[in-house]
C-alpha cells in the first residue's frame, strides 16, 4: 500500500511539472527564473525573444542578455530594492540579441517567496522593440504632419488673399485685374505645391507653374485629361460642372479631393475652384499638393494597426490597450466575445459603456492606480460576461509611457480562472469538511485516553488489592502452619498451596512492587503490614519474628525509602504511596 501511494504521489509530482512547464511554455514571453542571479529555468519563448536556447541559459547569469557590465548592474541596483518592499518590480531596458543586435524589452520582476531572503525571482522579458519603433515614426510623423499643415495654411492664406485683392481689382479696373493676375502667377510659380489653370468648357491647359513642369513636362495647350490624366477622352470622374453655380458663375468654394496618379506614382491632395481668368474666361484652377511621404506614413500606421490587432488576437486570453481618459484604443477577439461587441465597435468606449456601473468603477478605479503609481498591478476580480454569468479573471495591468516616460495609458491582459476558483472554493470546502471531521476524531481520541488510563488504574488496583489480600490475608497464616506441628503430607499441601500462590500473584508484582523497588521481598511484605495499621509486635507475631527483627527492617525501608532524619511516619508516607 505504501508503494502504491509513493507511485500515486510521483505520478501526481510528475503530472504538476509537466502542466507547469506546459503552462511557462505557452507564454509568448520569455520567461526565466533566477537564484542569486543565475538562471535555474527558462521556458521556450527566449529564443525567439533573445536567440538563446532555454538549455544554453542555464547556469548562466542574465549578464548574458544585457550590452554592458554597466546596465546589468544598473538593473540590479533599481530592481532589488523595488522587490524587498512589494512583490512585482517591471521597467524598460535595453537588451542584447544573441547575434548582436540591441533590442527594447519591458522587464517584470517577481519574487518567490515573501522577502528576497528566499533568493529566488522570476522575470519575464517582453520584446517591445517594434512597438517603440512605431512610436517613433508615429511621433516623427505626426510632427511633419502638423508642421506641413501649419505651412500649408499660411500658404492657402496667402493664396487666399491674393486671389480675393485679384478678384477686387478686377472689379475695379482691368489695370489693377492685369497686375493681380501676374502677381497670382508669380505666387504660383513660387508654390512647391504642382498649379495648373484650365478651360472648363475645352480642357484646355492655360498655365502650370515649375512644379507642374518638372512632374509633366510642358504641357500648356494641351488637354488635361490627356496629359494629366491619361484617359482618352473627357474624364468621366471630371468635377468641373461643381465648381459653377446655376448661373454658370463660380462658387468661390475649394473643394478637396485626395487623388493618386498612377502613371506617375503619386498621391496629391488637390484643391481645385472656379475663378475668372484674365481674358474673361471662367477656369478651372487646381492646386496638388504632393502627399506620397503622408500616405506611405498613414500607410505604415495602419499596417502597424493590423499587426497590433493581429497580436492583440493572437493572445488566447483577453488583451485591450486604453488612452489616459480610459477610452478604448484596441481590444482583441476574445475581449470582443466576452461583452458581446465585435472589437471595432469597442474602439472609443470606456468600461461604462460594456460593464455593470459597479464593475466599471472598480475597473477605472485599477487603473487610476496603475498610472498613478507607474507599476503593473495584479489582481484577480470578477466579471459578469453577455449573457449574464458571473465568471473570475486573473488581470494584470500596465502603465503605456511614451519615449519620454510619460504615462499614455495602460494596457492590460485577463485570464479565464473561473474553473480554478471554483476547484479552490470546492478544495476549501472539503477542508473544512475534514477539520471538522478531525476535530470530532481528536475529541473521540481524548476520550478513549481517558477511559484507558481509568481501566490502567482499576486494574493496578485490583492487582494491588489481590497481592496484598494474599500477603497480608493468607501468607502470614500459612507461615503459621508451617511452622506448626505438621505432618509430612500437610507440609506438602501446605507447600503446593504457596507455590500456587505465588504463580497466581507473581504477574502482578511488577507492578505492585515498582513502587518499592529497590525493597526486599520480605521489606516489600512488612511494609505492606505497616501500612494497613499493624504495630510492630503484631507483625512480629504474624511473621514469626521477633521485634528487633521488624524493628530492623523498619529502619532499612525508611532509609531505602528517603525517610531518614524526615518528621514524617512511615505508615502516612506508605499509604501516600498506595
Not at 458571473?390 to 494596457?411: R, V, Y
Amino acid at each position: 500500500m505504501r508503494e502504491q501511494n509513493e507511485s500515486v504521489f510521483e505520478q501526481g509530482h510528475t503530472e504538476i511539472k509537466a502542466i507547469s512547464a506546459s503552462i511557462l511554455d505557452s507564454i509568448p514571453h520569455a520567461v526565466i527564473g533566477l537564484k542569486n542571479r543565475r538562471i535555474i529555468f527558462a521556458n521556450h519563448a527566449v529564443e525567439s525573444v533573445f536567440g538563446w536556447k532555454p538549455d544554453e541559459l542555464i547556469g548562466e547569469t542574465t549578464r548574458i542578455l544585457y550590452r554592458s557590465d554597466e546596465e546589468y548592474e544598473e538593473i540590479a541596483r533599481y530592481a532589488y530594492p523595488a522587490l524587498e518592499k512589494q512583490r512585482t518590480y517591471s521597467r524598460e531596458y535595453s537588451c542584447r540579441h544573441r547575434d548582436g543586435r540591441d533590442i527594447i524589452c519591458l522587464v517584470s520582476s517577481s519574487r518567490i517567496g515573501e522577502s528576497l531572503q528566499d533568493g529566488m525571482i522570476v522575470v519575464t522579458y517582453s520584446d517591445i522593440s517594434d512597438r517603440k519603433r512605431a512610436e517613433k515614426a508615429l511621433n516623427e510623423y505626426k510632427a511633419r504632419l502638423e508642421k506641413m499643415v501649419v505651412e500649408r495654411t499660411v500658404d492657402l492664406r496667402k493664396t487666399t488673399v491674393c486671389m480675393q485683392h485679384e478678384v477686387k481689382e478686377r472689379v475695379s479696373a482691368e489695370l489693377r485685374l492685369h497686375e493681380a493676375h501676374v502677381k497670382l502667377l508669380s505666387i504660383l510659380e513660387g508654390l512647391n505645391e504642382a498649379v495648373y489653370v484650365s478651360d472648363l468648357n475645352t480642357h484646355e491647359i492655360l498655365y502650370i507653374n515649375k512644379r507642374m513642369r518638372d512632374i509633366f513636362g510642358n504641357i500648356l495647350g494641351m488637354k488635361c485629361w490627356q496629359r494629366i490624366q491619361n484617359q482618352p477622352g473627357p474624364c468621366y470622374f471630371c468635377t468641373s460642372n461643381e465648381l459653377l453655380t446655376s448661373k454658370g458663375e463660380p462658387t468661390g468654394i475649394y473643394n478637396i479631393t485626395e487623388h493618386y496618379h498612377a502613371v506617375q506614382d503619386i498621391w496629391f491632395l488637390t484643391q481645385y475652384r472656379a475663378i475668372q481668368w484674365v481674358d474673361g474666361r471662367i477656369v478651372r484652377l487646381e492646386i496638388a499638393m504632393d502627399i506620397t511621404k503622408r500616405k506611405w506614413a498613414e500607410k505604415a500606421v495602419h499596417e502597424i494597426h493590423l499587426q497590433k490587432k493581429a497580436i492583440l488576437d493572437n493572445i488566447p486570453d483577453m488583451a485591450w490597450l486604453k488612452d489616459t481618459e480610459g477610452r478604448f484604443i484596441a481590444v482583441n477577439e476574445a475581449f470582443g466575445k466576452a461583452c458581446g461587441l465585435i472589437p471595432e465597435k469597442v474602439v472609443g468606449l470606456t468600461d461604462l459603456d460594456i460593464w455593470p456601473e459597479k464593475l466599471a468603477e472598480k475597473y477605472r478605479e485599477d487603473d487610476r492606480r496603475v498610472m498613478g503609481c507607474g507599476s503593473r498591478k495584479q489582481v484577480e476580480e470578477p466579471l459578469v460576461g453577455k449573457n449574464g454569468d458571473e465568471m473570475w479573471l486573473e488581470t494584470i495591468k500596465t502603465p503605456i509611457n511614451d519615449e519620454k516616460g510619460n504615462i499614455i495609458g495602460t494596457a492590460g491582459i485577463a485570464r479565464d480562472i473561473t474553473r480554478r476558483k471554483r476547484a479552490e472554493d470546492e478544495l476549501k470546502k472539503h477542508e473544512n469538511e475534514l477539520e471538522a471531521k478531525s476535530r470530532n476524531l481528536e475529541e473521540l481520541n481524548i476520550a478513549l485516553e481517558v477511559l484507558l488510563r481509568k481501566r490502567e488504574g482499576d486494574k493496578l488496583q485490583i492487582e494491588q488489592k489481590i497481592v496484598s489480600n494474599v500477603r497480608e490475608l493468607i501468607l502470614p497464616y500459612m507461615e503459621k502452619l508451617k511452622n506448626s506441628r505438621l505432618n509430612a503430607d500437610q507440609k506438602a499441601c501446605i507447600n503446593i498451596i504457596e507455590t500456587h500462590l505465588d504463580d497466581i500473584i507473581s504477574p502482578f508484582l511488577n507492578n505492585v512492587t515498582s513502587k518499592y523497588a529497590n525493597l526486599t521481598p520480605r521489606e516489600v511484605q512488612i511494609a505492606n503490614l505497616i501500612r494497613v495499621g499493624k504495630t510492630t509486635k503484631e507483625i512480629a507475631q504474624i511473621l514469626n519474628s521477633s521485634t528487633a527483627t521488624i524493628d530492623f527492617h523498619r529502619n532499612n525501608i525508611r532509609n531505602k525509602l528517603g525517610l531518614k532524619d524526615k518528621n514524617i511516619t512511615l505508615m502516612a508516607y506508605l499509604i501516600s504511596l498506595s
